[in-house]
């Protein structure tokens, strides 16, 4: 195996993720559109959050888009809006952030997970239609760490069983499955405006997406107390508006949205280049990009054998490089959710992607330098355990 080459340490080491980077040469333009704000003091669904929700039904190719205060606050409007209720069946997968499930059991609906194909981390189609029954409502697949899920099969079963589709789209803006993208795909999509993620605010923000033109009025509605016109309530809604401020930023940001996309599949790229050449393909699962898919990488997530992935993620942080664990613990086995009974090795593969997953360094950002950097140092830490190849 020829060795890798050597690179300099980074000054200050390499994080997870840097947003100053971002940030700075948009600073002086974000100041200016906050100011502006506070000068026209259109704080809640002024013009700034219209703006932001057209931008955002062209780009994601759909008739309405619909602002809220976060992302977690997107998906229970969109099953308040499809009529979940105590005694409905939701199925979502176990491998995801703790917000696709709470929404259910916020409105007393029964969590139903299913596993996840290994290859994607996505949920499994297969797995999902196991699970139906007479009283499942929706189907809530996620586009995990930028990738789509597997949407046609879910589709198809949404229709023939009735079942609402929503998209947990949160870490997926921009991406794509078969040339449509992630918010169109299902009856609504559910994104999220935390600053992590492609696009991300100055704090909490999200969004609906759909084609449906009596939904978009109903989560209208739901978004503000169920309330129109004022202080006449005829449904019982949220306080979820999303505020000017957010917005502004976001305005200032979206037109860069597509170049950072780019740059994360160059970095996603080149990190398959420098594992591969380094020959530690052989030790990691490298993630992948699907056929007809657009991946945007809200993360590089690799496989680790779970024996050794929590001593790499240390020995990483010796050298200062941020790395995350997306998920350690899957939702099926939260203390939480304990009293739904859910046993130990019912979601094989999400559990074993809980043992092995470790995320890197993907943003915009990130140099080719700090790339090798992370590379030589997983490099070396193979080379002084003595790690095994993977199956």
């Known amino acids: 195996m020829a060795k890798a080459a050597r690179v300099s340490a980074p000054d200050h080491g390499v994080p997870l993720l840097d947003i100053n980077r971002q940030l700075a040469p948009l600073l002086e333009e974000i100041e200016a559109a906050v100011a502006?704000?506070?000068?026209?003091?259109?704080?809640?669904?002024?013009?700034?959050?219209?703006?932001?929700?057209?931008?955002?039904?062209?780009?994601?190719?759909?008739?309405?888009?619909?602002g809220c205060a976060s992302g977690?606050?997107?998906l229970l409007l969109a099953l308040m809006a499809a009529g979940i209720e105590p005694g409905d069946e939701v199925i979502l997968p176990s491998y995801t952030f703790f917000a696709t499930a709470s929404a259910v059991a916020r409105l007393g609906a029964r969590i139903v997970f299913a596993d996840i194909d290994p290859a994607t981390f996505n949920v499994d189609p297969e797995d999902v239609e196991r699970r139906i029954t007479a009283a499942t409502k929706a189907i809530i697949p996620v586009h995990l760490y930028g990738q789509c899920a597997e949407m046609e099969p879910l589709r198809q079963m949404a229709n023939q069983h009735g079942l609402w589709l929503v998209e947990d789209a949160a870490q997926a803006i921009g991406a794509e499955y078969r040339e449509q993208p992630a918010g169109s795909l299902g009856d609504v999509g559910c994104f999220s405006f935390y600053p992590t993620k492609?696009?991300?605010?100055?704090?909490d923000g999200g969004m609906l997406t759909t084609n449906d033109d009596q939904l978009a009025d109903r989560l209208r509605?739901?978004?503000?107390?169920?309330?129109?016109?004022?202080?006449?309530?005829?449904?019982?809604?949220?306080?979820s508006r999303?505020?000017?401020?957010?917005?502004?930023?976001?305005?200032?940001?979206?037109?860069?949205?597509?170049?950072?996309?780019?740059?994360?599949?160059?970095?996603?790229?080149?990190?398959?280049?420098?594992?591969?050449?380094?020959g530690l393909d052989r030790h990691?699962?490298?993630?992948?990009?699907?056929?007809?898919?657009?991946?945007?990488?809200?993360?590089f997530v690799v496989r680790v054998p779970a024996a050794e992935r929590?001593?790499?993620?240390?020995?990483?942080?010796?050298?200062?490089?941020?790395?995350?664990?997306?998920?350690?613990?899957?939702?099926?086995?939260?203390?939480?959710?304990?009293?739904?009974?859910?046993?130990?090795?019912?979601?094989?593969?999400?559990?074993?992607?809980?043992?092995?997953?470790?995320?890197?360094?993907?943003?915009?950002?990130?140099?080719?330098?700090?790339?090798?950097?992370?590379?030589?140092?997983?490099?070396?830490?193979?080379?002084?355990?003595?790690?095994?190849?993977?199956?």
């Open 198 to 203: 492609n696009l991300g605010g100055a704090g």
């Open 72 to 74: 977690s606050d997107a």
């Open 242 to 278: 999303l505020d000017s401020l957010q917005a502004a930023v976001l305005n200032v940001k979206f037109p860069h949205l597509e170049h950072w996309t780019d740059l994360r599949q160059q970095n996603a790229a080149r990190y398959v280049t420098l594992f591969t050449a380094a």
């Open 284 to 299: 990691l699962v490298l993630p992948t990009t699907q056929p007809a898919h657009r991946h945007v990488w809200n993360q």
């Open 310 to 391: 929590d001593a790499l993620r240390r020995y990483l942080a010796s050298w200062k490089i941020g790395t995350e664990i997306y998920y350690p613990v899957p939702l099926h086995l939260q203390e939480c959710y304990r009293h739904l009974d859910i046993p130990v090795g019912s979601l094989p593969h999400t559990e074993k992607a809980a043992t092995e997953s470790l995320a890197l360094p993907i943003f915009p950002e990130l140099r080719a330098d700090e790339q090798q950097w992370v590379v030589d140092r997983v490099a070396e830490f193979r080379q002084s355990t003595g790690c095994k190849q993977v199956a």
């Open 221 to 239: 509605l739901l978004r503000v107390h169920g309330m129109r016109p004022r202080y006449y309530h005829p449904a019982i809604g949220i306080n």
């Open 36 to 66: 502006r704000v506070f000068r026209n003091g259109s704080f809640v669904l002024g013009p700034d959050v219209e703006q932001l929700e057209t931008s955002m039904a062209s780009y994601c190719g759909t008739r309405h888009a619909i």
